[in-house]
């Protein structure tokens, strides 16, 4: 399907802090939509948009709720890149574009930064038609998507994943949070965009160490769900990381379908959606316990998924083979698969960060395991074997010979 473009207004304006759309910006291609997918949640159902040059179209913007106001939410780092495109692709919908730009990383993914969304929106008297959007990766999207949840009860917001990690992961299902000190993602809200525009194109400008955390992502589906795209994966690899269109188009799409087909089935993860957390127990473990941004999410999931096949494998549901295999593809996703050391008292410290899980109930800790038929299930283990899977995958030991993390 081909989309027409616009050529956006010429003159800037401001809004006290806040730039309202009137900036002119350089010609873009015509863009090209070329796959959509459907998260299927009744009456609250929307479409993931996948294809190029989206974010500069009009036509891609049509259709969204109707309001007086639309508020651009991005960092420092991606509203210099495509704030000013996206303000100028939706002038002609909506009266008002403002835009807010936050500091970025994981470190910022807090109160203090959320609010500054809240102070932003009361300042320039925005109604609860008013529409968010969440340009960046999954900080923004999280962040935006949890004040658009929070403010005036609720409204309407629509994700612009700009990375990797957020287009295949974040920016579908409605999770939204920030976080605590002592737990990532412990305050937030389930709560649904209306629409979710993944634009290939914003991914030429991702350093290599974001593109290759969202790797991660992609290949946490394979274990999980399907054995198939697992093969794909492999068999893609170098593809993958020399960015190759129509190689990382499809592991965007096949990303998505997977995750809208849990989500259309367990929106609040009440029961099979907590398989999309494979490797996200130790990796929340080892975000929390090196302080958060000194390794990225998908580093730690990397990482994390190594130490859940191991596992899995000292529960008896993977052989040996396939963790060393598991083990490679991370590996040559360009992520680390050692686990750092976080304390002296290493097992101890990560176990201490694992009861504030959310998936934890009671005290006991519960972990997403696999087989090798692309199986996965959510499983209590005693201390002591996750002790031995920690102290087995800490780097300076252990049973995985992969690398480490590049600084």
């Not at 809004?15 to 863009?31: F, K, Y």
């Not at 500091?103 to 009361?122: S, V």
């Not at 972990?367 to 087995?392: H, N, S, W």
């Amino acid at each position: 399907m081909r989309l027409c473009r616009i050529r956006p207004p010429a003159r800037p304006a401001k809004l006290g802090g806040m730039v309202a759309s009137r900036s002119s910006v350089d010609p873009a291609p015509p863009a090209t939509l070329l796959h959509t997918v459907t998260i299927d949640l009744g009456e609250r159902s929307y479409p993931i948009f996948i294809g190029h040059g989206l974010l500069d179209d009009s036509q891609t913007w049509g259709g969204l709720p109707r309001a007086s106001t639309a508020v651009v939410v991005s960092n420092e780092i991606v509203a210099p890149l495509y704030a000013a495109r996206l303000r100028a692709a939706l002038a002609p919908h909506y009266a008002r574009v403002l835009e807010v730009v936050l500091p970025d990383g994981e470190a910022n993914k807090d109160w203090a930064t959320l609010n500054r969304i809240f102070d932003a929106l009361l300042a320039h008297g925005c109604d609860r038609k008013t529409v968010l959007l969440a340009l960046g990766g999954g900080v923004i999207g999280d962040m935006t998507g949890f004040a658009a949840a929070c403010y005036m009860r609720g409204v309407p917001f629509v994700q612009v994943p700009t990375t990797l990690l957020a287009q295949v992961d974040s920016s579908v299902g409605g999770k939204t949070a920030i976080n605590h000190p002592l737990g990532k993602n412990m305050i937030g809200a389930f709560y649904q965009p209306v629409r979710v525009v993944c634009d290939l194109a914003t991914l030429a400008t991702l350093p290599e160490r974001e593109y290759c955390a969202g790797l991660a992502e992609v290949i946490k589906y394979g274990p999980i769900h399907d054995t198939v795209f697992l093969d794909w994966i492999e068999a893609h690899i170098e593809a993958l990381r020399s960015r190759e269109p129509a190689i990382v188009a499809h592991a965007v799409r096949r990303s998505c379908e997977i995750k809208a087909a849990v989500v259309g089935q367990d929106e609040r993860e009440s029961g099979l959606r907590a398989i999309l957390n494979f490797g996200h127990t130790f990796g929340h473990a080892i975000e929390a316990g090196l302080g958060y941004g000194q390794w990225l999410h998908g580093e730690a999931v990397g990482c994390g998924m190594v130490m859940a096949a191991v596992l899995s494998q000292r529960l008896g549901l993977v052989s040996p083979a396939y963790v060393e295999r598991l083990t490679r593809l991370v590996a040559a996703a360009g992520l680390p698969t050692r686990a750092p050391v976080l304390a002296p008292d290493n097992a101890a410290r990560y176990l201490s960060l694992m009861r504030v899980d959310k998936k934890a109930e009671a005290g006991e800790i519960r972990f997403v395991v696999v087989d090798e038929r692309g199986q996965a299930y959510l499983r209590p283990v005693p201390d002591a074997v996750v002790a031995e899977v920690i102290e087995a995958c800490a780097a300076g030991g252990g049973d995985t010979d992969a690398g480490t993390l590049r600084v």
